[in-house]
């Protein structure tokens, strides 16, 4: 029988050490079955504004994963599972009998999972292999961009929303701001109009001085995020891409067609 590798990943899903490392594996044992769990992130102030567009950000960000994994020729199925990453693994094993597990979690430093023992204590638990893999997005990445505009309803933060307080957008961020226990409101850095800056000193200057705080990430390269507007999604299913980026129109409709919401 096929062996079965169960995936356990949240915003390190799609990052470069993780999709090279499942494709290891699956070179080593012909026909092995991947499927991945994604344990969906508990609303936190100021980052999430309701638990609907986190499982749909949770579902598009397997869906994605899943294609990038399609074009390696690995086939793999994927669900969202419970906020506490434990219990979503349990849940998992106990829904698909994994010969070996991979859990992906930021570095020691960032990592939630790890000061919540999760590694141990799933081993411990299960006897099933496990095997962790830290994935360093500050370093590498990830392979697409999204940003989410969710729906609104509270008018919360109408700094960030200016005259249109229905809707909000959401991006998960990796660098230095990652993991933020508070509100950030993140300014574009160029002018409406005007073509993404590369580089630090590409910024308006009057930009810059607006800003609270200006980080210098180094030159930028590739297409900024593609932002899609999901806030009618659970009325009527809708949704509408606002801005194509990293991510094409083609790759974004076919994971939401993946999940009924072409």
């Given at each position: 029988?096929?062996?079965?590798?169960?995936?356990?990943?949240?915003?390190?899903?799609?990052?470069?050490a993780?999709?090279?490392?499942?494709?290891?594996?699956?070179?080593?044992?012909?026909?092995?079955?991947?499927?991945?769990?994604?344990?969906?992130?508990?609303?936190?102030?100021?980052n999430?504004?309701?638990?609907?567009?986190?499982?749909?950000?949770?579902?598009?960000?397997?869906?994605?994963?899943?294609?990038?994994?399609?074009e390696?020729?690995?086939e793999?199925?994927?669900?969202?599972?419970?906020?506490?990453?434990?219990?979503?693994?349990?849940?998992?094993?106990?829904?698909?009998?994994?010969?070996?597990?991979?859990?992906?979690?930021?570095?020691?430093?960032?990592?939630?999972?790890?000061?919540?023992?999760?590694?141990?204590?799933?081993?411990?638990?299960?006897?099933?292999?496990?095997?962790?893999?830290?994935?360093?997005?500050?370093?590498?990445?990830?392979?697409?961009?999204?940003?989410?505009?969710?729906?609104?309803?509270?008018?919360?933060?109408?700094?960030?929303c200016?005259?249109?307080?229905?809707?909000?957008?959401?991006?998960?961020?990796?660098?230095?701001?990652?993991?933020?226990?508070?509100?950030?409101?993140?300014t574009?850095?160029?002018?409406?109009?005007?073509?993404?800056?590369?580089?630090?000193?590409?910024?308006?200057?009057?930009?810059?001085?607006?800003?609270?705080?200006?980080?210098?990430?180094?030159?930028?390269?590739?297409?900024?995020?593609?932002?899609?507007?999901?806030?009618?999604?659970?009325?009527?299913?809708?949704?509408?891409?606002?801005?194509e980026?990293?991510?094409?129109?083609?790759?974004?409709?076919?994971?939401?067609?993946?999940?009924?919401?072409?």
């Amino acid at each position: 029988m096929a062996k079965t590798i169960l995936v356990v990943a949240n915003e390190t899903l799609g990052g470069a050490a993780l999709l090279a490392r499942i494709k290891e594996k699956v070179a080593a044992e012909e026909g092995a079955r991947v499927v991945v769990c994604v344990p969906r992130t508990n609303p936190r102030q100021g980052n999430i504004i309701y638990d609907e567009a986190v499982f749909d950000a949770a579902q598009v960000r397997i869906d994605l994963a899943r294609k990038i994994m399609r074009e390696e020729g690995i086939e793999a199925i994927g669900e969202v599972g419970d906020p506490d990453p434990y219990t979503a693994t349990m849940d998992a094993i106990a829904e698909y009998r994994p010969d070996e597990i991979v859990i992906s979690t930021y570095p020691a430093a960032s990592s939630g999972w790890l000061r919540r023992d999760l590694i141990e204590r799933i081993a411990e638990a299960t006897q099933i292999p496990v095997e962790h893999l830290v994935v360093d997005l500050d370093q590498e990445g990830l392979p697409f961009g999204v940003t989410l505009v969710v729906a609104n309803p509270g008018h919360r933060y109408p700094l960030a929303c200016r005259e249109d307080r229905e809707r909000l957008g959401v991006r998960l961020l990796a660098g230095p701001l990652a993991g933020a226990m508070c509100p950030i409101f993140q300014t574009s850095a160029n002018l409406s109009g005007e073509p993404p800056p590369q580089r630090f000193g590409a910024v308006p200057e009057a930009i810059v001085a607006a800003a609270d705080l200006a980080i210098d990430g180094g030159e930028l390269t590739g297409l900024p995020s593609t932002v899609v507007d999901i806030a009618a999604i659970e009325a009527d299913g809708g949704w509408e891409v606002l801005r194509e980026g990293a991510l094409s129109a083609g790759d974004l409709g076919a994971a939401m067609a993946s999940v009924g919401l072409g």
